[in-house]
């Protein structure tokens, strides 16, 4: 088992990609290119940038992935906003995955101190 799959945060971000494959399920047909696409590869890099981060051979390797990963949740809460603004999802939906991509951005930051021995 990798090194990776014992991170809670890549196990809660794993948890997101899941309820964001499961809201954009029921997007309109003509978004799969669009809206559909790009929060799903949002939310699909935030799991992966943490994993390639734990593959790296030092912290300051891992803190940059971490970056990436964190900029990915940035994206993804906007992507969702507009889906909301939008019509396809509702409010309560989107109350519920924000809060869990606030909850991985906090567990980012610790993370990243962590690594940086604060």
């Not at 978004?31 to 790296?56: D, F, K």
């Not at 909301?84 to 567990?107: F, V, W």
């Amino acid at each position: 088992m990798s090194y990776c799959k014992n991170l809670h945060i890549w196990q809660k971000s794993m948890d997101l990609v899941d309820m964001v494959y499961s809201l954009t399920k029921n997007f309109p047909k003509e978004e799969i290119y669009g809206l559909t696409n790009q929060v799903r590869r949002s939310a699909v890099s935030i799991p992966s940038n943490i994993a390639g981060g734990a593959g790296r051979n030092s912290n300051s390797q891992f803190q940059n992935f971490l970056s990436y990963s964190n900029g990915s949740t940035l994206e993804l809460d906007t992507q969702l906003i507009i889906s909301n603004r939008q019509g396809y999802i509702n409010q309560n939906d989107l109350n519920e995955i924000t809060q869990l991509i606030e909850d991985i951005q906090k567990m980012n930051y610790k993370l990243q101190t962590k690594l940086n021995g604060k």
